[in-house]
């Protein structure tokens, strides 16, 4: 009861604090009450997600926005970086074995890797290198990957499976090498589905490439992509694998 108490008020002061639309407010409402039948470590692990996330965006103020949206979290972002998480922290809290856990705890590892790697890369100044293709971009780009954001997306996965071991007796040190790697994996499958998949427009006033369907006041037109691939949906794509290997590794390994 207290946890999910403490849910509700964690997302009406993100509200409060300008962090989330009236959908996002909702949209973290659900995800925290699902987590919070968990107990408190997994909001705790919810926790270390945002709250880590916010701090890393804070920390590498972005110098230009290259995203698609603003810094409000409207629904699909929610859902795209917790719903997994919602989904194995309802199934746990009927069902408690390690491998629902350790699926909850692997979206999580892998909503962190690539907010930090995001944070971190994105707003490296100079050029990256798409995951796939190879090709040298401007920072920022879906799909292009830097040494900085690569390690900070390691760390963030690392240091998820780390707490997620010492928050839960049934996860065992394997089990956090596992989330750990998963986790990794799931922002590997980002930077690709990014890279291969997603939506990307051009400007037609200033001819740059963006992730907005607006740009210097015009609509911009589609150069690659497929339609209703956006940044939220790779983000599902990544937390859901994460969620997937990471379950199906700990059912057939340990
Ligand atoms: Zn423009």
Same mark, same amino acid.
């Given at each position: 009861?207290?946890?999910?108490?403490?849910?509700?008020? %964690? @997302?009406?002061?993100?509200?409060?604090?300008?962090?989330?639309? /009236?959908?996002?407010?909702? %949209?973290?409402?659900?995800?925290?009450?699902?987590?919070?039948?968990?107990?408190?470590?997994?909001?705790?692990?919810?926790?270390?997600?945002?709250?880590?996330?916010?701090?890393?965006? $804070?920390?590498? $103020?972005?110098?230009?926005?290259?995203?698609?949206?603003?810094?409000?979290?409207?629904? !699909?972002?929610?859902? =795209?970086?917790?719903? &997994? !998480?919602?989904?194995?922290?309802?199934?746990?809290?009927?069902?408690? !074995?390690?491998?629902?856990?350790?699926?909850?705890?692997?979206?999580?590892?892998?909503?962190?890797?690539?907010?930090?790697?995001?944070?971190?890369?994105? $707003?490296?100044?100079?050029?990256? +290198?798409?995951?796939?293709?190879?090709?040298?971009?401007?920072?920022?780009?879906? /799909?292009?990957?830097?040494?900085?954001?690569?390690?900070?997306?390691?760390? /963030?996965?690392?240091?998820?499976?780390? !707490? %997620?071991?010492?928050?839960? &007796?049934?996860?065992? @040190?394997?089990?956090?090498?596992?989330?750990?790697? &998963?986790?990794?994996?799931?922002?590997?499958?980002?930077? =690709?589905?990014?890279?291969?998949?997603?939506?990307?427009?051009?400007?037609?006033?200033?001819?740059?490439?963006?992730?907005?369907?607006?740009?210097?006041?015009?609509?911009?037109? +589609?150069?690659?992509?497929? $339609?209703?691939?956006?940044?939220?949906?790779?983000?599902?794509? =990544?937390?859901?694998? =994460?969620?997937?290997?990471? /379950?199906?590794?700990?059912?057939?390994?340990?």
């Amino acid at each position: 009861m207290m946890t999910i108490l403490a849910a509700c008020l %964690a @997302a009406a002061g993100a509200f409060a604090g300008g962090l989330l639309t /009236g959908s996002g407010l909702a %949209a973290s409402l659900a995800v925290g009450i699902s987590v919070s039948l968990v107990g408190w470590n997994g909001l705790f692990l919810l926790g270390f997600f945002f709250g880590s996330s916010y701090l890393l965006e $804070r920390l590498f $103020r972005p110098a230009e926005e290259v995203e698609a949206k603003g810094s409000r979290r409207d629904a !699909a972002q929610v859902a =795209a970086n917790g719903g &997994a !998480a919602a989904v194995a922290g309802l199934v746990y809290s009927v069902f408690p !074995a390690a491998f629902i856990m350790a699926a909850f705890a692997a979206s999580l590892a892998a909503a962190t890797s690539d907010t930090w790697a995001s944070a971190a890369g994105k $707003r490296t100044a100079g050029t990256a +290198v798409l995951i796939i293709s190879r090709k040298r971009v401007k920072a920022g780009v879906s /799909g292009a990957v830097t040494a900085k954001g690569s390690s900070w997306a390691f760390g /963030g996965a690392v240091l998820t499976a780390a !707490a %997620a071991y010492l928050l839960f &007796a049934d996860i065992t @040190a394997l089990h956090a090498l596992i989330i750990a790697a &998963a986790g990794f994996t799931g922002q590997l499958i980002d930077s =690709a589905v990014g890279e291969k998949l997603q939506l990307l427009y051009t400007c037609p006033v200033c001819g740059e490439a963006t992730e907005k369907e607006q740009h210097c006041g015009k609509p911009t037109f +589609v150069i690659k992509g497929i $339609r209703g691939i956006n940044n939220d949906a790779v983000n599902m794509i =990544a937390t859901c694998s =994460a969620a997937f290997l990471a /379950g199906f590794c700990v059912l057939l390994f340990t």
